[in-house]
C-alpha cells in the first residue's frame, strides 16, 4: 500500500542495497534523492558525499527534505542522527551512540553479554596482546574465529580451522591495522547461518523474512570473505520452532537491552546468527540493512517500507503489520575481477541491461557514468534478482540471466541459493 503522502525522501549512500531501498520506496509513492548514489540509480547525486553533512543539510533546506533515510553504516557511526537532532529534519537511524553495536566488536559483545542474548564465548585483545591473544588460540587448538573491533566493509573477521590460520589472521590483522587497536578471539561456532533484520522503534521490533547470505568468494563456501556474493530469501528451513527460538534467545533479549541502554534506538537492526547444536547464537549486529540482504528482502516486503518508518519514527510501530510477498527471490552479486584484494582494475564498460528478462530486477552497486557509457567502479558492481514460487526456480531464472551482463573479468559466485539444506536439532540445553 502507498503512503497516503507522498514525500521528498533523502537517501544516503551509494550501493545495491541503496539501489534497492530507493526502487522499494519510490514504489511506495515517495520521491528519493540518492546521496551520492551511482550511475544506475536515479536521481543519484554523486558530488555529494554521504557523511559531508553540511551539504547534505544544505540539499535538504533547498529540497524541502524533511526525511533522511540512512543505508550504509558510516554515516549513522559518524553521528548523523545526532547532527540532525536539533533540526526538523528526522532521521531514520540510529544515534552514534546506537550505532556502536555495529561500529564496536568489543561493545557490541559486552552488551550482549549484559543482556543475556545467546553467543559465543569471546575474549578481548589489544594490538599491544597479540602474544596472549596467540597462545589462547593454541589453547583453543585454532578453532577461533577473529574479529577486528571497528567497521571494516564485511572483511573484518578471520574464521578459523587450525593454529596455523589462527597465526596468520593474527599477523594478517596486525598489517592491515596500523597503531592501536582492539579484537576479540571468539570459539569457533558450528552450523548453517542466516540473516534476520527488523525494523524497531525501541520498544517494538517489526521482523522481515529470514534471508541468507554467501560471504565466501567461491562457490561451496571457499576462499575469501568479501561483502557478499548472493543471498536469498525467505530461508526454507528457518521453520517456525526455529523463529521461535531466535525470538527468545537473540531478538527479545536484545530489544530489553535497548531499553536500558541510555540512548534510543530507531531504525534497522540486523542480526546475524548461527544454529548451532546448542541453539541460535549471535554473531553480529549491524545497524542498517544487510548487503546483499536488502536486494531480496525489499522486493519480497509487500508493505509499505515509507509507512514502516514513519511508524518507526512516530513511535507507533505496534500499530503495523509486516507483509511478505509468496515465493523466492535471489540475487547474484556480478563482482569485478579481483574482488576482494585492495586494488583491482575499473572502468571497464558495462553492456547487457537492456537484453535481461523483464522480471529481473537490477541493482546497481558500483558502478558510474563516464562519457555517456556506464562502467564499473568497484568491486561488487551489481545484484541481479529473480523471483519465483520455488527457490529452485528464482535461482534458474537468476543464473539463465546474468551471463546477459558483461563488462570485462565479471565474476559471479555460482552456487547462491544451492547450499543443501542443514538437519537442525537444537540440543536440550541451550
Known sequence: MKSATPKTIVLLGGGAREHAMAWKLTRDGATVHVLPGNGGIPNSHPDISATDFPAVQSFCEAHDVKLI????????????????????????????????????????????????????????????????????AAELDGQVVVKYDGLAAGKGVYVCSSIAEAEQALTDLQAEHTGWFSFLLEEKLTGPEISIIGITDGNRIRLLAPSQDHKQLLAGDKGPNTGGMGAYCPVPFADDNILAAIRTDIVDPTLLGLQSEPFDFKGFLYFGIMLSPQGPKLLEYNVRLGDPEAEVLLPA??????????????????????????????????????????????????????????????????????????????GRVMVLVAHGQELEEAVQLVYSEVGKVNFQDAYIRSDIGQRPTPEIAFNQVR
Open 301 to 378: 516486503l509487500e508493505s509499505s517500507l515509507l509507512e514502516l518508518i514513519e511508524a518507526t519514527l512516530d513511535g507507533n510501530l505496534a500499530q503495523t503489520t509486516v507483509w511478505q510477498r509468496p515465493g523466492y527471490y535471489v540475487g547474484v552479486v556480478l563482482a569485478s575481477g579481483g574482488y576482494p584484494a585492495a586494488k583491482f582494475p575499473t572502468g571497464f564498460p558495462i553492456t547487457g541491461l537492456d537484453e535481461l528478462h523483464p522480471n529481473i530486477l537490477a541493482f546497481h552497486g558500483a558502478t558510474r557514468q563516464q562519457g555517456g557509457q556506464l562502467v564499473t567502479s568497484g
Open 69 to 136: 533515510v540512512v543505508g550504509p553504516e558510516a554515516p549513522l557511526a559518524a553521528g548523523v542522527t545526532d547532527y540532525f537532532a536539533g533540526s526538523d529534519i528526522r532521521v531514520f537511524g540510529p544515534s552514534r551512540a546506537g550505532a556502536v553495536l555495529e561500529s564496536s566488536k568489543v561493545w557490541s559483545k559486552n552488551f550482549m553479554r549484559r543482556h543475556g542474548v545467546a553467543t559465543a564465548m569471546s575474549w578481548q585483545y589489544r594490538s599491544d596482546q597479540l602474544d596472549e591473544a596467540r597462545a589462547k
